[in-house]
């Protein structure tokens, strides 16, 4: 029904995506185990014979200067399925040298096929220092690191993304500039999340700016932002004239979402209401790889933080959930799911409801002083926000 979703860098290397689909980079979710799984689910829904319906999907943001500086604790996070047959990485940083130095290692010895930058990211830590989603207010800035990032990325092929929000708050906007930017700079497609830092994951997500873009830009334009369900993504899509959409906390928990998207994508009406039974087994496999990916402590060990968004709305009891919660081998894993009443219907009042993290809007967005006083940053040095930077 859609066309695929082809990125491609000035020098001509591409990146297409099938569908027109992305897993959003996600700190502390989107590693190689949980990729996989999502890859799987999409990779169910085609039909036999046909091309993989695999979209792409995106690790975990790393900071520019972890890998610049070669961290172990970064690089640890750069590991790679072997059916990801494209790697794709979200790069964070503040600096045009650390971040053309960064791409260069990511491209060139790590074997990295899409690199995106991040210019949304909401936390305090992160935006206090001019980072993440405070960023583009600083014109020169973007563009000096879309300049650098791309000019690094290019000597490979490597196409370079970008994702962003709407602005710092309603009377700072930022989207239109940014995207104008992105494009002047040889970026390969902007990806707009209908929010404001101010925002944050609150209210509902603006879809009509996105549509602006794509009306305003020639690269191609994604569309983030309360895509819960298959059939959002098909609404964004009419509504907006995205090029594709990325998906963030709507698959929490719910990995078969990316089937559900292959199969709204190739036109079928069929979509994933998974037993209590078949959500074990979901479980079971995400543990399955996350004890490949890091051993059976620690993978069983970041496991718990999903049981609560796998089990929502669920009946599970409750010394069955507190058990999960804490869960520490495969073996114990397996006594408790053996506990569930696998027959238990998929409960329907959690379609189309948000996942993750929500909260309240922000009074005030954490800014360094004088930020908003000019769009030009000028020659000040904001490098050493690269240091504390986490996702969001």
């Known amino acids: 029904m859609f066309p695929d979703l082809t990125l491609a860098s000035p020098s001509g290397g591409a990146v297409v995506s099938r569908p027109a689909v992305i897993l959003a980079p996600m700190a ?12 799987e689910q999409a990779e169910a829904a085609s039909p036999p014979g046909s091309a993989v319906a695999s979209g792409l999907y995106v690790c975990e943001m790393i900071t520019a200067r972890g890998v610049s500086e070669r961290i172990p604790k970064t690089f640890d996070m750069l590991r790679f399925a072997e059916g990801e047959k494209t790697r794709s990485v979200q790069l964070y940083g503040v600096d045009p040298a650390v971040m053309a130095k960064a791409t260069e290692i990511l491209c060139g010895e790590l074997g ?16 206090r220092r001019g980072g993440g989603g405070v960023l583009p207010w600083k014109r020169d800035r973007l563009a000096a690191i879309l300049r650098a990032t791309v000019g690094a990325a290019d000597r490979y092929g490597v196409p370079v993304t970008i994702k962003t929000r709407l602005g710092i708050d309603a009377d700072h906007l930022t989207y239109r500039d940014a995207g104008r930017i992105a494009q002047d700079s040889g970026c390969a497609a902007i990806t707009l999340h209908g929010r404001t830092v101010a925002q944050a994951y609150s ?11 794509v009306a305003e830009l020639d690269i191609p334009v994604l569309g983030n932002g309360d895509l819960w369900e298959a059939d959002d993504a ?3 899509l009419e509504q907006t004239g995205c090029a594709g959409v990325v998906i963030g906390r709507g698959c929490l928990g719910r990995p078969w979402l990316f089937r559900d998207l292959a199969d709204a994508f190739a036109g079928r009406s069929q979509r994933s209401l998974p037993s209590l039974g078949e959500v074990a087994t979901m479980v079971r496999r995400h543990a399955e790889l996350l004890a490949d990916l890091s051993g059976e402590k620690h993978g069983l060990t970041d496991l718990r933080k999903h049981m609560a968004w796998y089990f929502k709305g669920f009946r599970v009891g409750g010394e069955v959930r507190r058990g999960l919660a804490m869960v520490a081998s495969l073996a114990e894993l397996d006594q408790l799911l053996a506990r569930l009443e696998s027959a238990d219907p998929f409960p329907v009042g959690e379609l189309g409801v948000p996942r993750g993290r929500q909260g309240t809007p922000r009074e005030r967005v ?3 002083y004088g930020w908003l006083d000019s769009t030009e940053l000028g020659d000040a040095d904001l490098s050493s926000a690269e240091c504390d930077a986490s996702g969001g």
């Open 28 to 39: 502390g979710i989107t590693n190689a185990a949980y990729r996989q799984l999502c890859r």
């Open 112 to 127: 990295v096929n899409h690199v995106d930058l991040n210019f949304g990211c909401p936390v305090p830590k992160v935006t």
């Open 203 to 213: 209210g509902q997500a603006d879809w009509e700016p996105i549509a602006e873009l």
């Open 234 to 236: 098909l609404a964004m």
């Open 366 to 368: 954490v800014m360094p």
